[in-house]
Nanobody
Framework: QVRLEETGGGLVQAGDSLRLSCSVS????????VAWFRQAPGKGRELVAA????????RYADFAEGRFNISRDDAKNTVYLQLNSLKPEDTAVYYC???????????????????RGPGTQVTVSA
């Protein structure tokens, strides 16, 4: 059984940084595409960043480019999302998700990912 657990969220001020962790069990991240999504109150789930199954490629949403960074530690079977220069509009629940298909280009659709964690809340005050 594949399980994901996100940690690292919290309440911070604008301009601060956080590092989110996604610990995966039941499946190796080294052969899986992994993405971070977020969902703010009253809004749909949107892609933040994704890393290709072989680790060779990453993609970011426009709002994340230059501020956020996705990385992977195969030894710990964990994927990270570094959040820098946080803004109040970054407030959301952040989820990680795993895609069991070895696609050429990481998917932006949440439905393309078979497994998802419960999420971690990030709140950024002005």
């Amino acid at each position: 059984q594949v399980r994901l657990e996100e940690t690292g969220g919290g309440l911070v001020q604008a301009g601060d940084s956080l590092r989110l962790s996604c610990s995966v069990s039941g499946r190796s991240v080294s052969g899986s595409g992994v993405a971070w999504f977020r969902q703010a109150p009253g809004k749909g789930r949107e892609l933040v960043a994704a890393i290709k199954w072989d680790g060779s490629f990453t993609r970011y949403a426009d709002f994340a480019e230059g501020r956020f960074n996705i990385s992977r530690d195969d030894a710990k079977n964990t994927v990270y999302l570094q959040l820098n220069s946080l803004k109040p509009e970054d407030t959301a629940v952040y989820y990680c998700a795993v895609d069991g298909n070895r696609v050429t280009y990481p998917e932006a659709r949440p439905g393309a990912y078979e497994w998802r964690g419960p999420g971690t809340q990030v709140t950024v005050s002005a």
